[in-house]
């Protein structure tokens, strides 16, 4: 059974900083692109970034662009999103995602992926 894992989320004052990790198990995706979608209360999920499965493409959001940053551990099977600068326009539940599909090395829509994460709150108090 495939299992995506989020943790590191919590309450952080604007300006802070938050580092996500999510863990996969039950089948590697060290060849497959991975990424981070966030849901805000009342919102439709959007996109925050994606990587490639060699770490050497990825693709941010505009509005996260420059303040977090997405990495992956393919040894330990584990994508991380570095989050600084944080702004009370970033709480939300925030989900890892895997795709078994190269197609697009770096994909940003939610149809692209094929494994989530049950997700973790990140919340920022102004």
């Known amino acids: 059974q495939v299992q995506l894992v989020e943790s590191g989320g919590g309450l952080v004052q604007t300006g802070g900083s938050l580092r996500l990790s999510c863990a996969a198990s039950g089948r590697t995706f060290s060849r497959n692109p991975m990424g981070w979608f966030r849901q805000a209360p009342g919102k439709e999920r959007e996109f925050v970034a994606a990587?490639?499965?060699?770490?050497?493409?990825?693709n941010y959001a505009d509005s996260v662009k420059g303040r977090f940053t997405i990495a992956r551990d393919n040894a330990k099977n584990t994508v991380y999103l570095q989050m600084n600068s944080l702004k009370p326009e970033d709480t939300a539940v925030y989900y890892c995602?895997?795709?078994?599909?190269?197609?697009?090395?770096?994909?940003?829509?939610?149809?692209?992926?094929?494994?989530w994460g049950q997700g973790t709150q990140v919340t920022v108090s102004s």
């Open positions: 990587i490639s499965w060699s770490g050497g493409s990825t």
């Open positions: 995602a895997a795709s078994i599909s190269n197609a697009m090395p770096v994909p940003r829509r939610g149809y692209d992926f094929d494994y």
